[in-house]
């Protein structure tokens, strides 16, 4: 057995962590040179919005991570990528304006992915409201939660925090290759030998959530370990 989690435990923290460190990795690798084109990519975003008739998009600068926002209209970028005209900047700015248009050609994943969201954010809530207040009601009552209660509790804090990222894949495959790296060849916004590197960062940017996702897995087999004890 020990012999055993040896292997497993070095597999697990590779597949765990590998995805998200190949991610971080792609962007910084075509972070530079920050001056590539001509254009920043929030101003990228705003001309290839405007470019559709969607001027009621915004294109703002955020500290959350690169993301469309679809209850205020907005697509975010992060200050880097929002102030630079490297090729992850541009290319970047392009996948998040794909999930505006996304929305407004009312791709049904997309909504699908919103009311997930919406229903997890309740379950998430009420599952980590749960694993403080058990510990709490255990001490005041001098009886032990049964153990099914903890289970609960993690599964819905963690467990949908998991799912969502998996359901959300999807949308970020079609966001990056249905419509950026059309909208980036069609326009000619790339120089030619940049466009198999833009292909690697549309892929990161939809696999961002397949790390989530595992790292979210992570937590539950954690939690999982210490309910055993």
């Known amino acids: 057995m020990a012999r055993l989690l040896i292997i497993l435990i070095p597999l697990l923290i590779l597949a765990t962590y590998g995805p998200g460190w190949w991610v971080r990795r792609t962007m910084e690798k075509y972070s530079q040179p920050a001056d590539r084109y001509q254009g920043t990519g929030g101003e990228l975003a705003r001309h290839l919005l405007n470019e559709r008739g969607m001027h ?3 294109v703002e600068v955020t500290e959350q991570g690169d993301h469309y926002d679809p209850e205020a209209r907005a697509v975010r970028l992060s200050e880097g990528n929002y102030h630079s005209r490297s090729l992850t900047a541009v290319t970047v700015a392009t ?40 510990p709490v009601i255990t001490i005041i009552t001098r009886h032990p939660a049964p153990g099914l209660l903890f289970l609960l509790a993690g599964l819905l804090s963690m467990g949908l925090a998991a799912i969502v990222h998996l359901v959300t894949l999807p949308t970020e ?17 790339l120089h030619e030998t940049d466009y198999r590197h833009a292909h690697r960062i549309l892929k990161a940017a939809a696999y961002t959530y ?13 939690w999982l370990r210490f309910l055993r004890r």
């Open 56 to 58: 009621d998009v915004a």
């Open 95 to 134: 996948h998040e304006v794909g999930h505006a248009i996304q929305h407004a050609e009312g791709y049904t994943p997309l909504k699908l992915r919103g009311e997930l969201v919406r229903w997890a954010a309740g379950g998430q809530r009420l599952g980590a409201f749960m694993m403080l207040a058990i």
């Open 173 to 189: 495959l079609d966001a990056s290759f249905g419509r950026a790296m059309p909208i980036l060849r069609d326009g000619g916004y």
């Open 210 to 222: 397949v790390a989530q996702s595992l790292m979210s897995l992570l937590n539950i087999w954690a």
